[in-house]
């Protein structure tokens, strides 16, 4: 049997939430409406952050509410406190994110607090999240280096990746979000992740800054992981991690998964259209904002 490797579909969040050009949602539900034919089985769709930090994702709702709901697909919202999650809910969300750093310096640029305080505000989040039958995702950011702070030590990673899954996050997505890790890096970091949690409650989730995530995906595919986060296009970053460029493209994971073997259920005719409608709605294609 062909084992299969999902990709989780980020450009409408990840890709567009860094964009200089505040993009209409009817462009945003456009998006996803084309990625929604493309066969992934969960798209991030939109956050619910505070607009002054975010201003491109303000829309969230909007976005929500109109676009075409595709049976078998989980939309998801990212989210960093319960304001963010009741609006979640009250979009329709299918599945929530919530974030973590590994490294404190991100932790204050992206959510204005400590790691530690961070998870008390997310303990209600995830309460909330499992009372009301949402699926609950995890994030930890800077698992190998962080601007502000250098390198992540791995034990760091592994911390904050047990603290989530004690929340209820069903999987965690460790983010290499400035793309700086190395294959070796990489693998270092989940062995210490893997010393705490099953390969089946992790994904990938590696920005393509120094064109390294492919290699970087090859290693965790060969530690067990399962479960990759790209975006269509290569677009995005984030405001908070200068310098930062999009995650790895999902065309290139979807090709290099199936040279190797695996299925991703994915049509990438459609995915290739997908992808270029995203390129196309993007001022200046991975251009991180200035602020
Ligand atoms: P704060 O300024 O410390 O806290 O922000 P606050 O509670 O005082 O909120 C400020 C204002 O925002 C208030 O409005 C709140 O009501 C409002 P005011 O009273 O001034 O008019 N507000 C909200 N509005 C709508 N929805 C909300 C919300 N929360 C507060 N949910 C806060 C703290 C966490 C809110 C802020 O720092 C924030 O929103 N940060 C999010 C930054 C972000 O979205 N970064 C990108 C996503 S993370 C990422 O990309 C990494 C990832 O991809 C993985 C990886 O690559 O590593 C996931
Ligand atoms: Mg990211």
Redesign the pocket.
Known sequence: MVDFVEIVEMAAR?GL?NEKRIIPAAEKVALIDRLSACGFRRIEAT????????PQLADGAEVMANIKRRPGVRYAA????L??YE?ARTAGADEVAI?VSASEGFSRA????SIAESLERLKPVAEQALADGIALRG?V??VVACPYDGPTPPGAVADVAQRLLALGCHEVSL?D?IGSGRPLEIAAMLSAVLAVAPPGQLAG?Y?DTSGRALDNIRVSLDMGLRVFDASAGGLGG???APGAKGNVDTRAVAALLEDLGYSTGLDLLQLSEAADFARALVAAPGEEQSR
């Not at 992206?110 to 607090?113: E, L, P, S, T």
């Open positions: 990840d939430q956050s619910f952050v505070s607009p002054k930090w975010v990212l989210v960093p406190n304001k963010g609006a974030f992206n959510i204005n607090c994030y950011s800077c983010g979000t989730h920005h984030c405001p908070y």
